[in-house]
């Protein structure tokens, strides 16, 4: 596809045997070789002039599996391209243009086509591998094709369809369980059901109320309180959990807020806060994923809807870090007063966090703390199950060491 000189080789040669054929008929009085010449140089004329006349068209259909890749992951493209030439062409080359985030070989062999000026040909299949090398969302295409005509003396070169897009999810960790009982966990969870399956509803005695039907009436309850008790559904609420993502500049390079994949620690921790999610999702508990200054990041994803939790971590695809707001806070405020787990993701801390860390981690039944950064230090003293991730590191280490039951509250 680098190639530039619009003749094949066979077109470059047929073009300098003319030449030396006009040379020679002349210099030798031959007329049969100046025939062959004019001939020659006729044929690659027509070629020319059939490559730049006779335009080629066509459309793609590209298929991609799985449809949302995560970084580093691997994902099978599948192309159906159809031809639409009223020439036939010789079998040459294709390739699919990829951007900067996608890493793979988009190029091959383009098999020969016969002419669609009587009926429609039939779809060419290819196919090609693309690895996710950053998170956000990528146009892929259009296919260039290069083949020549029937003589195979000149290149055609044209575009085959548009460009469709591809999304690169952040990389989501298989992380370790929570503690299982509320003495490793540090607090009580929640006394809603944790497990999927659960959570129907019960039945509760309250007084008879005037309008209530007799069919209600809960005989077991009026003797024992020897007053007219009526049924009512209670249905018992899913477990809440909160994941904040702590995206103010001052915590991450600048590169954060410029390009996507440009700071590591914010990718990082990009990764920890979609894992975290799946995580809690998987558990049962019913997961909302707020920044620091209690912006809503994504809609609430239900307990157990593990696909929902896949779906949250494609929108984080082109996620970027912002301008600090002024109160700097890390953990809002709804948020603090939360009863259930609470995942706190952030970067670079500085001394005068603590005291508002230390604070909101008294409410919470299971406060955890997990900074992306090259230096932890800064984790002495907050109160909370803390541990901290290198840019780059292991996510799932840095989990365990925050949520594993004999890990102490650091500083607490």
């Known amino acids: ?71 580093g992951g691997l994902a099978e493209v599948q192309l159906a391209v159809r031809m639409n030439s009223a020439l036939p062409t010789l079998p040459g080359r294709w390739s699919d243009d990829l951007p900067p985030g996608l890493e793979g070989r988009a190029e091959g062999g383009f098999p020969a086509s016969a002419s669609t000026l009587r009926r429609s040909g039939a779809p060419v299949h290819l196919r090609y591998e693309v690895r996710g090398a950053a ?17 195979g003396l000149v290149r055609r070169r044209f575009r085959v369809g548009g460009a469709s897009a591809l999304t690169v999810a952040p990389t989501v960790v298989e992380l370790g ?19 999927l399956g659960q959570g129907a509803d019960n039945l509760v005695a309250r007084p008879y109320a005037p309008g209530d039907s007799m069919r209600r009436i809960h005989w077991r309850a009026t003797a024992h309180r020897d007053t007219l008790m009526v049924r009512q559904e209670e249905q018992e609420s899913s477990p809440a959990a909160t994941v904040v993502f702590d995206r103010a500049l001052s915590r991450w390079s600048p590169t954060a807020a410029e390009t996507i994949g440009g700071d590591r620690a914010f990718e990082t921790a990009v990764s920890v806060c979609v894992s975290a999610v799946s ?82 981690a008294q409410r919470s039944a299971l406060p955890l703390l997990i900074t992306v950064c090259d230096d932890d230090d800064a984790l002495e003293g907050t109160g909370w199950h803390a541990s901290s991730a290198r840019p780059g590191g292991d996510v799932a280490r840095a989990w365990d060491e925050a949520a594993r039951p004999e890990d102490a509250r650091v500083g607490g």
């Open 1 to 71: 596809m680098k190639e530039r000189w619009p003749l094949t080789p066979r077109g470059t040669g047929a073009v300098a045997l003319a030449v030396v054929a006009l040379i020679v008929a002349e210099r030798a009085a031959i007329p049969e070789l100046l025939y062959f010449g004019v001939l020659m140089l006729a044929l690659v004329l027509f070629a020319a002039a059939s490559a730049l006349l006779v335009r080629a068209s066509g459309e793609v259909v590209r298929t991609v599996s799985p449809e949302v890749p995560e970084v």
């Open 135 to 151: 998170r956000g969302t990528y146009e892929i295409g259009p296919i260039r094709v290069t083949t020549t005509d029937p003589f």
């Open 177 to 195: 369980p929570l503690p299982a009982t509320p003495g490793e966990a540090g607090g009580t969870r929640q006394s809603a059901a944790l497990q």
């Open 279 to 360: 995580r809690l999702v998987h558990e049962g508990y019913t997961v909302e994923v707020v920044d620091s200054d209690g912006e809503l990041l994504a809609e609430p994803v239900a307990g157990g809807e593990d696909a929902e939790a896949r779906a949250l971590a494609a929108s984080f695809a082109s996620l970027r870090a912002r301008i600090d707001v002024p109160s700097r806070r890390i953990v809002p405020a709804s948020v603090a007063a939360m009863l259930g787990p609470v995942v706190v993701v952030t970067g670079r801390l500085a001394p005068d966090d603590l005291p508002p860390l230390r604070a909101a």
